[in-house]
């Protein structure tokens, strides 16, 4: 049997689950409910509550992605230094909680941090004031760091991995100090994993809206909230698929954009 024989299966399953709803995307959100052609959907992002909701998305979306990469590059390079870090046990710690379903481990954020939870009986112990921190943007921002976290650390620890140690200790030996081989040495060879961590979890968190009901308390519309309910509670699927494309075109442009600096996919850990 050939290897285009065998390669049938899975072309299908991509038509299936990629192709094919694309496509119907792109017929809905370009339609009305007559079938016309029209640009009223993807033009509906202008309006202000659609507005609002898109920059509050890229925002938090930012911000996630800053702290997430502000915390995984040191964690990376603790792994790498570490013993257990090369013997990937420590990758299989950061790994272990995908196992655990997505909705379930936001869910627990929630009990911890409402009224009456883990952090406000510690606080109450201590005779502390207790932040209000759920339902407000906080709150999503935590969410998605720690939800997205382990999708920055993989990455970045994977690009540490192939610093060969011996050009660091060149560096050493022509006098440069710590300080001199982090930002010229470690971190250029870093940039792709870089790259690839921080398009891992900006797209995510510019789209998501489970995390933003959970956490937020359906009080904070994140654009991939207004998506979610064209297409379940509203039965819009025009203006969903609509808003849609938009988000498509932000997450397009921004993974060009980082992908000049992974052109080889070294920062991939796959």
Known sequence: MSKRTMAIPYIFWIAAGTIIPLCMILYYGFTDRTGAFTLKNILAIFEPVHA??????????????????????????????SRMGRKGFIVFIFILPMWMNFLLRTMAWQVILERGGIIDMALTFL?????????TPAAIVLGMVYDFLPFMVLPIYNALMKIDDSVIEAAYDLGAGYGRILRSVILPLCIPGIASG?????????????????????????????????????ANWNLGSGLSLVMMIFIIISMMALNKLDKSGEGTFI
Do not use: D, R, W
């Open 198 to 234: 921080i398009t891992m979890v900006f797209v995510p968190s510019l789209t998501t809206f489970v995390i933003s009901n959970i956490l937020g308390g359906g009080k904070i519309y994140l654009i991939g909230n207004i998506i979610e309910q064209e297409f379940t509670t509203s």
């Open 127 to 135: 005779h502390l004031p207790f932040p209000h921190i759920i339902n």
């Open 52 to 81: 609002q909701a898109l920059g509050l998305s890229l925002g938090l979306a930012l911000i996630s992605t800053v702290i997430c990469m502000l915390l995984a590059f040191p964690l990376a390079m603790i792994l790498k230094s």
